[in-house]
């Protein structure tokens, strides 16, 4: 005898487990982006190169790497001394531009989350 209704759960919950892991990547790809924006409208311009250098990259499902292959993106990010003739005569502050951007889009990460995740369940 079966229950009423279980083969419907069955189905649904069989479609979840082949859904989650889609909607999941494209959610975090879509967040990635998000903060390649923000960090983007953080970054200072000189010449432009460290602002266009803002990449992507996915690395299975559940994870996106933002990153920037600029040379001197980390001496921007967090700071750097200046020398001259071997003696440090000051310090530039970081601009934590990726940090800042990170933290934006942290602030709507979870509720965003929680919208995909009602949506796939329902």
């Known amino acids: 005898m079966a229950i009423d209704g279980m083969d ?3 189905k649904k919950l069989e479609k979840m487990r082949e859904d989650f892991p889609k909607q999941t990547e494209t ?4 967040k990635a982006n998000e903060v390649i924006r923000e960090t983007k409208r953080l970054t200072p311009v000189d010449t432009g190169t460290l602002r266009n250098a803002w990449q992507r990259e996915n690395n299975g499902k559940f994870k996106q790497v933002v990153f920037n292959v600029t040379a001197y993106a980390h001496h921007v990010e967090w700071g750097h001394r200046i020398v001259r003739g071997k003696k ?3 310090f530039v502050k970081g601009r934590y531009m990726l ?3 990170i933290n934006r ?3 709507t990460f979870y509720k965003d ?3 995909v995740y009602k949506n796939l369940i329902k």
């Open 8 to 10: 419907d759960w069955i």
């Open 27 to 30: 959610f975090l790809r879509k």
């Open 88 to 90: 440090t005569v000051g």
């Open 99 to 101: 940090h800042k951007g």
């Open 105 to 107: 889009v942290k602030a």
């Open 113 to 115: 989350l929680e919208i």
